[in-house]
């Protein structure tokens, strides 16, 4: 028998020291950074939508148009920093890609740009121009590509080509917020009722874009063991409402979504389906129906998603009522309209695209008029 010495070829004993000081200390400022960014911006206004006393329900908005980029995305590109810095995945000097319709990507681009860091955002040529003005503004670069279904690929290829990081929104949105509280969403919406006269509201509505935000308001929900149930609204064509419906998470329509922000063509990797107690469908001329009559009669001007969030919002509210049910229900309002003036609130693009807003808007001022549901073409 015969032993090896020291010098007989062995490498794989020893000590293996990747510490990188330097790193690690821009990484302890950067992480600094993006906390700072929470405590100033994540407490977001929850507004009382009117609603006739004499029904004995409460509707409320959680405004998220008010964070730094003017939407509920600021919370996920925060997150998502946040993931990939503790995680050691974006250093100092990385280029940080996205595969962001644009809200996402915008709210990305200020964290970038926050950091020192460049970002590119791939989308589709479709997305509104005031979004990649946006993204544009906050010193990001956008990558164009035919269709939706092509930006997955896009953003990976691009951020392997460059050496950087792909913060892949669609897969990891559900587990880089800490959905027991940390000032999450839902956390800050039930410190926000306390006071209220229904602090634990009978539904919470969201939609789904990446799942993210029904995934971190549905697991609160159980761990704070609240009886509060989850909507989740999801637009015509998206593949989430049939995935849920039928059990498929396989469901696929292919079909990019008119409401941006909400809606996928593909099940997204962070829906969580299991955690969602009910779901609706939102006809898309519903969707914009519903947030041009949050204008007319609050003045609040909000993009397509808040009109789909408030389209079922009011359908469970007039469910209550038609059950002499008293209590509260709380929604989103997604961003703002500003970034719609040429799509949404132009008749001349709503009607190229087939749409007539005019049973929708029926149903929704017979119900405030009278609390009874209607659905459009139902006699309304």
């Given at each position: 028998m015969?032993?090896a010495?020291?010098?007989?070829?062995t490498?794989?004993?020893?000590?293996?020291?990747?510490?990188?000081?330097?790193?690690r200390a821009?990484?302890?400022r950067?992480v600094?950074?993006v906390?700072?960014?929470?405590?100033r911006?994540?407490?977001?206004?929850l507004l009382?939508h009117?609603?006739?006393?004499?029904w004995?329900?409460?509707?409320?908005?959680?405004?998220?148009?008010?964070?730094?980029?003017?939407s509920l995305k600021?919370?996920?590109?925060?997150?998502?920093?946040?993931?990939?810095l503790c995680?050691?995945?974006?250093?100092?000097?990385?280029?940080?890609v996205e595969?962001?319709?644009g809200?996402t990507?915008?709210?990305?681009?200020?964290?970038?740009?926050?950091?020192?860091?460049?970002f590119?955002?791939?989308?589709?040529?479709?997305t509104?121009?005031?979004?990649?003005?946006?993204?544009e503004?906050?010193g990001g670069?956008?990558?164009?590509v035919?269709?939706?279904?092509?930006?997955?690929?896009?953003?990976?290829?691009?951020?392997a080509?460059?050496?950087?990081h792909?913060?892949?929104?669609f897969?990891?949105?559900?587990r880089?917020?800490d959905?027991?509280?940390?000032?999450n969403i839902?956390?800050s919406?039930?410190?926000?009722l306390?006071?209220?006269?229904h602090?634990?509201?009978e539904?919470v509505v969201?939609g789904a874009?990446?799942?993210?935000?029904?995934?971190?308001?549905g697991?609160?929900l159980?761990?704070r063991?609240?009886?509060?149930?989850?909507?989740?609204?999801?637009?015509?064509?998206?593949?989430?409402y049939?995935?849920?419906r039928?059990g498929?998470p396989t469901?696929?329509t292919g079909r990019?979504s008119?409401?941006?922000?909400?809606?996928?063509?593909r099940v997204?990797?962070s829906?969580v389906?299991?955690i969602?107690?009910?779901?609706?469908c939102?006809p898309?001329?519903?969707?914009?129906a519903a947030m041009?009559?949050?204008?007319?009669i609050?003045?609040?001007?909000?993009?397509?998603?808040?009109?789909?969030n408030?389209?079922?919002?009011?359908q469970?509210?007039a469910?209550?009522v038609?059950a002499g049910?008293?209590?509260?229900?709380?929604t989103?309002?997604c961003?703002?309209?500003?970034?719609?003036?040429?799509?949404?609130?132009s008749?001349?693009?709503?009607?190229?695209?087939g749409?007539?807003?005019?049973?929708?808007t029926a149903?929704?001022?017979?119900?405030?008029?009278?609390?009874?549901?209607?659905?459009?073409g139902?006699?309304a």
């Open positions: 015969s032993s010495g020291p010098d007989a070829g490498t794989d004993l020893g000590d293996v020291d990747r510490s990188d000081p330097a790193g821009w990484v302890d950067a600094a950074a906390e700072a960014d929470a405590r911006s994540a407490d977001t206004h009382v009117p609603l006739p006393p004499q004995g329900v409460d509707l409320y908005l959680k405004d998220e148009s008010t964070h730094p980029t003017g600021h919370r996920l590109a925060r997150s998502l920093f946040l993931y990939g995680s050691g995945q974006i250093t100092e000097g990385s280029t940080v595969a962001s319709s809200s990507a915008v709210s990305e681009a200020y964290f970038a740009r926050m950091l020192g860091l460049p590119v955002a791939v989308m589709p040529r479709s509104s121009p005031e979004k990649v003005a946006l993204i503004f906050h670069r956008c990558h164009f035919d269709s939706a279904a092509e930006i997955y690929d896009a953003a990976r290829r691009l951020a080509e460059c050496g950087g792909y913060l892949d929104q897969t990891y949105a559900e880089a917020t959905w027991r509280g940390n000032n839902a956390e919406v039930f410190e926000q306390a006071l209220e006269r602090p634990v509201p539904w969201v874009g990446t799942g993210g935000t029904s995934a971190t308001i697991r609160y159980r761990y063991r609240l009886p509060t149930r989850l909507a989740v609204v999801d637009p015509e064509g998206s593949s989430f049939p995935s849920w039928d498929d469901a696929a990019p008119r409401i941006e922000g909400i809606g996928r063509p997204e990797p829906f389906p299991t969602v107690d009910r779901m609706l939102v898309d001329a519903a969707s914009l041009r009559h949050l204008e007319r609050t003045g609040r001007r909000a993009g397509g998603s808040t009109g789909t408030l389209w079922g919002a009011y469970l509210v469910e209550m038609a049910r008293s209590g509260s229900v709380v989103l309002l961003d703002g309209g500003e970034r719609y003036a040429r799509t949404y609130y008749d001349d693009w709503v009607a190229g695209q749409l007539d807003l005019s049973p929708p149903t929704l001022e017979h119900f405030l008029a009278t609390g009874e549901w209607r659905p459009p139902d006699g």
